[in-house]
């Protein structure tokens, strides 16, 4: 079972990391990965808000939902949610890290329709994961981003201080460049680890 669940951990990080191999979050990602302070608050704020959903959407699902036959809402109640826990993360933020919440600014709540906190929820629901399964995968996919999104912002906040980016390659543009290189880096994992 261990072993297992460090498979699952270890896949959900590299060969079916959310940005990388899916290209979920991308809004945010592109927006925020910028800089290093920044991207780095964001992914936290997305382990936390992926990983509660996930704790909570499970029982949810397998617990309510599938024994009284009312799984065909489970969108809606996903949704419910996740807007719920990023409220949670939001008033968190705004008590004790008014300035990463004020760098933020419309993205924090955005996390509401981050595809990435949805898509672990369904992939839940879809791969039929047990409890414990479930909230390791959706650990190790915010892990994973995190580790997506930082990784490029540093790459980013490097670059614009020794490189002469061409000026139609500056912002999202270098950014997709360098998600893409990264991308196929940790496509060399593929062998290693699956789900």
């Not at 808000?49 to 499970?58: E, F, K």
């Not at 898509?119 to 994961?129: G, N, P, Q, T």
């Not at 980013?156 to 997709?176: Q, Y």
């Not at 990264?182 to 789900?195: K, P, Y």
Request: aromatic share 10%.
């Amino acid at each position: 079972m261990a072993l297992t669940l460090l498979t699952v951990f270890a896949a959900a990080v590299l060969t079916h990391n959310m940005a990388l191999t899916y290209l979920l979050g991308m809004c945010p990602f592109i927006s925020l990965s910028r800089s290093l302070r920044t991207a780095s608050g964001m992914g936290i704020a997305v382990v936390f808000v992926v990983t509660l959903t996930a704790i909570i959407n499970w029982p949810i699902y397998n617990l309510i939902l599938v024994p009284t036959g009312t799984e065909l809402i489970y969108y809606i109640v996903f949704i419910i949610v996740i807007a719920a826990s990023v409220q949670l993360v939001e008033m968190i933020m705004e008590r004790f890290f008014p300035p990463l919440q004020a760098a933020f600014g419309i993205f924090l709540p955005l996390i509401t329709v981050n595809c990435i906190v949805l898509a672990v929820s369904l992939f839940m629901v879809i791969r039929e994961y047990n409890y414990l399964t479930t909230v390791v995968f959706a650990f190790g996919s915010a892990v994973g981003w995190t580790i997506a999104i930082v990784i490029v912002a540093a790459i980013n906040e490097k670059l614009r201080l020794i490189a002469d980016i061409p000026k139609g390659m500056t912002g999202p543009g270098i950014i997709m460049v360098i998600l893409g290189i990264i991308a196929l880096s940790f496509l060399g994992f593929a062998g290693v680890v699956n789900l």
